[in-house]
């Protein structure tokens, strides 16, 4: 494939606004997750909340879209010069020629959620001002998001939003590719964003796959995930000549399906390697190529030991690999662009991530408890959804 630059990018997590806290964090090896105390929900589980998305005010042209999955959206674009980055992208390329492709999992359904608690108790109709078309439109569907990210820059090209559970924001990479090698686009904006909500926590809560403590990816006591919350964003654009040395560019992309389970990888991780596999290819590289791989790494016992055997059955144990899902939780929807991010910091500041809370690694991988500085030229970054919805990006330097 054609590389693709990435001009600008930014994420929130429970780890702070923007990319400076991230990097901070990473470095130091510091967790953002914390015992779960999120309004409504009676869990022994750990969250990763970005603090105060519910103090965030929409502009009143934007006020149909307001939930706390389109605030973490603004908090997340108003960061690192994202927005004047879009802004100066519309003035070269046109506000029809800028493409939005974002990935969220439940969008706003919180505000759903909550309206059904007030539901008047003899009727059980819902409360006064919550109309449910209006507010499907604007909070509950997933589109809502592209649809606000739209409505508040004055974007008129194609938007999209995928919803493959955790590998959404990396599968938006693909769709922004393809609008941009098909001509339709110049440039696009894309990421994920996903907020927390009753319908997460106590539908993971019942899948047995919440960890009572802080997750521990690929740790031999693992015991499930740490669900978190994030907004991260992307802005792609065709490459142009000259580029700096230390300009980041997207350069491979790589998408399967196992088809195995409905919520279950393929156990020796089939899928995930055809993914990575994909996704070297179309950077025209080698496993020996890539630097480090920022895992999937969800810190269930079947998912983690899937793509532990997926990695090594195609870079052996050599290569240096985390996850970063300990430092963030499992940003579900997000967790894709959020992990693009960190793949691009890595480049960028040549690091390579640890991985917090986790102890006891799984053997025979070059597991990275701590981080620590080293050249980085190549970053895979693995996404891996429900029912087999895969997606490896391969991020480099220009140089």
């Known amino acids: 494939m054609n590389?693709?630059?990435?001009?600008?990018?930014?994420?929130?997590?429970?780890?702070?606004?923007g990319i400076g806290p991230m990097r901070d964090a990473l470095a130091a090896g510091r967790s953002g997750l914390k015992p779960c105390d999120f309004d409504g929900v009676a869990l022994e589980t750990w969250i990763g909340e970005v603090a105060g998305t519910d103090a965030e005010v929409l502009s009143s042209p934007l006020h149909g879209f307001d939930c706390r999955n389109n605030r973490l959206a603004q908090i997340g674009f108003e960061q690192d010069g994202f927005a004047d980055a879009v802004r100066d992208a519309m003035s070269r390329y046109g506000a029809d020629r800028i493409g939005v492709f974002l990935g969220t999992s439940t969008a706003g359904i919180l505000e759903t959620e909550l309206a059904y608690q007030r539901r008047e108790p003899a009727s059980g109709a819902l409360p006064a001002g919550f109309n449910y078309a209006f507010n499907y439109a604007g909070s509950h569907n997933p589109f809502?998001?592209?649809a606000f990210v739209q409505a508040a820059f004055g974007l008129t090209g194609p938007a999209n939003v995928v919803s493959s559970a955790c590998s959404s924001s990396a599968k938006v990479f693909a769709s922004a590719r393809r609008m941009i090698e098909a001509g339709l686009i110049d440039a696009a904006i894309v990421g994920g964003v996903d907020s927390l909500c009753l319908t997460t926590l106590y539908g993971f809560a019942s899948l047995e796959l919440t960890s009572r403590r802080a997750c521990r990816p690929f740790d031999?006591?693992?015991d499930g995930i740490s669900i978190g919350e994030a907004a991260a964003f992307a802005l792609l654009e065709r490459v142009s000549e000259p580029l700096a040395d230390d300009a980041i560019l997207l350069l491979g992309v790589g998408e399967s399906s196992d088809a195995y389970h409905m919520s279950s990888p393929h156990p020796e991780g089939l899928g995930a390697r055809r993914a990575m596999e994909i996704a070297l290819a179309a950077a025209g590289l080698e496993p020996g190529d890539i630097d480090y791989i920022n895992l999937h790494g969800t810190a269930t016992p079947s998912n983690d030991s899937a793509e532990s055997k997926a990695v090594r059955a195609l870079f052996g144990a050599s290569t240096a690999c985390s996850s970063t899902k300990g430092a963030t939780g499992h940003t579900l929807g997000a967790a894709g662009g959020v992990e693009a991010v960190i793949a691009a910091l890595a480049l960028r500041d040549g690091f390579l991530p640890g991985s917090p809370n986790t102890c006891n690694p799984?053997?025979?991988?070059?597991?990275?408890?701590?981080s620590r500085p080293a050249p980085v030229r190549r970053v895979l970054s693995n996404s891996f959804g429900f029912g087999g919805t895969n997606c490896s990006l391969v991020i480099g330097r220009a140089q």
């Open 144 to 146: 809502s998001v592209a």
């Open 3 to 17: 590389p693709l630059l990435i001009s600008r990018y930014t994420a929130t997590s429970c780890l702070g606004r």
């Open 220 to 222: 031999l006591g693992r």
């Open 362 to 370: 799984e053997p025979d991988m070059n597991y990275l408890l701590a």
